[in-house]
């Protein structure tokens, strides 16, 4: 089975510093996408930032940015100046190219932030 | 601006009863569309997905099923719920090989 690993089941960070949260895939395709979600405690998933693997420039949304290196299979994300309101699940997914497949999600990380 | 819906939000059933969630999307035309679950403390496991109208793929093999009737409706059954259908249900929508975006979900539990 192709997964999707996040090593880090919690993480800690203070308020306006900055974290970066971890993610491993498996994949035997050389198209596929990769994405970011947040699950807040209303458990409503949030689309963060997607990375096509074809694009060699990391994908940038305002305080959140990914560091993409395919041939290492890794697909990190990191938060800026962290707020309060960036605490949640965060789930990194990949998805298939070429299809409509559904997304593989990891088990996802748990971001705490510290006033 | 595309909205997805689903209900109901919360649904508490014994062991056997029967089960039906309803997903619907506006705004847009044949969506893919896809049942997850999530069960206490984990990811997301993909369920069911569907490219069109009667077009179902299953992931998962159980007791659960769903259908399509109408372009922008995906419906989630089971005829006898067991325990372990017990979790978080999210619809999502998609267009072509792009991200998903899911509605807010429904919290099941079975008694």
């Known amino acids: ?115 | 601006s595309q909205t997805i819906h689903q209900w109901p939000a919360t649904l508490v059933q014994p062991v056997g009863s029967p089960l039906s969630l309803e997903c619907t999307v506006e705004g847009t035309s044949n969506p893919n569309l896809y049942w997850y679950r999530q069960a206490a403390g984990r990811g997301l496991q993909l369920l069911f997905y569907s490219v069109g109208i009667g077009q179902i793929s299953s992931e998962v093999p159980q007791n659960l099923s769903a259908s399509r009737p109408q372009d922008r409706q995906f419906i989630l059954s089971s005829k006898k719920l067991l325990l372990s259908d017990s979790g978080f249900y999210l619809c999502a929508w998609s267009r072509g090989w792009n991200e998903q975006y899911f509605g807010p979900g429904t919290r099941l539990t079975v008694t």
């Open chain 1, 1 to 115: 089975a192709q997964t999707v690993t996040q090593s880090q089941p919690e993480m800690s960070v203070q308020e306006a510093e900055t974290v970066t949260l971890s993610c491993t895939y498996d994949t035997s395709e050389s198209d596929y996408y990769l994405f970011w979600y947040k699950q807040p405690p209303s458990r409503q998933m949030i689309l963060v930032i997607r990375q096509e693997a074809y694009k060699q420039q990391n994908a940038t949304e305002n305080r959140f940015s990914v560091n993409f290196q395919k041939a290492a299979k890794s697909f990190s994300l990191k938060i800026s100046d962290s707020q309060l309101g960036d605490a949640a699940m965060y789930f990194c997914a990949r998805l298939r190219g070429g299809g409509a497949d559904g997304l593989t999600f990891g088990k996802g990380t748990h971001l705490i932030i510290q006033p």
